[in-house]
Structure formats: C-alpha cells, structure tokens
C-alpha cells in the first residue's frame, strides 16, 4: 500500500498520479487531504464548484462535495478511464483502492511519502486555495 502525503500538492496532478497508480492495481491511502492545494483564485475556483449546484435538482443531485476528503476523491475519480464512471469497471475497481484522509491515522504515521513533480512550488502563480479553506467556504453557502 503506498501511501501519499497531500501537504502542498497541486490537487489535479496529484489526483492523475494516484489515479494511475490505482489503475495498475495499488492500494492508494492519501492523509492529510486538507492540506491539498488549488491553483488558481478563490472566487474563480469557488465559483466553479458552486456551478455544479445550479445544475442540479435540488433534491436529486448532483450534490456537492462539501468535506476535504471527498473533494479529493472526487478530484481522483475525474481522472479514471473515460465514459460513464459507474458502467467503466476497470475505473470503479480503481477508485475502491483509493482511500483519503483528513489529518493522519496511525497506522500510516511514518509511512508518508510524497509526489515530487506535484508539489506547488514548481506553479508560477502565486494564487491558490486549500482543500480545508474550499470546503470552508462551501459549507458557508449553507442555510
């Protein structure tokens, strides 16, 4: 099982890296999913996750992802093979070995290990969001 530290790494190129990996059969464990970060600017990045609301009937769904560790998951799914995701059982297999995490449990203490061309140091701009600040203001939409 590996298991992916998300301090400081860019959420969609982290997401295609663990996809991959889940695709060739590896068990995937991602701690610290709050701290996974979004480039871009706040009102761009929040105003196209509260998009998906508009789209949706209110009762059904789709319904947003509010808590960091389902941002992420979902964030993985998108990387799965094409198609409905749900008819692809290759990417449905995939996404049932991809397990996230906010903070760290102990049975993964110490065996963190990150993704070196994920991290955002290597993005130009200086505009990002957290996963913890995102969901933060997601669920302020509420009432």
């Known amino acids: 099982m590996k298991v992916i530290d998300a301090t400081n790494l860019v959420l969609g190129r982290m997401a295609t890296r663990v996809a991959k990996l889940a695709l060739t059969g590896e068990e995937v464990a991602i701690i610290n999913c709050e701290k996974a970060v979004i480039s871009g600017s706040q009102n761009a990045i929040v105003a196209r996750y509260k998009a998906r609301e508009v789209r949706a009937t209110p009762f059904k769904g789709p319904r947003r992802r509010r808590h960091p560790e389902r941002i992420v998951k979902r964030a993985v799914r998108g990387m799965l093979p094409t198609g409905k995701w749900t008819e692809q059982s290759r990417g449905r297999l995939a996404l049932g070995r991809v397990k996230c995490y906010v903070g760290v449990p102990k049975e993964?203490?110490?065996?963190?290990?990150?993704?070196?061309?994920?991290?955002?140091?290597?993005?130009k701009t200086p505009y990002r969001l957290t996963v913890q600040k995102l969901s933060e203001l997601l669920k302020g939409g509420e009432e």
């Open 108 to 123: 993964f203490e110490g065996k963190a290990e990150t993704i070196e061309g994920a991290s955002f140091m290597k993005v």
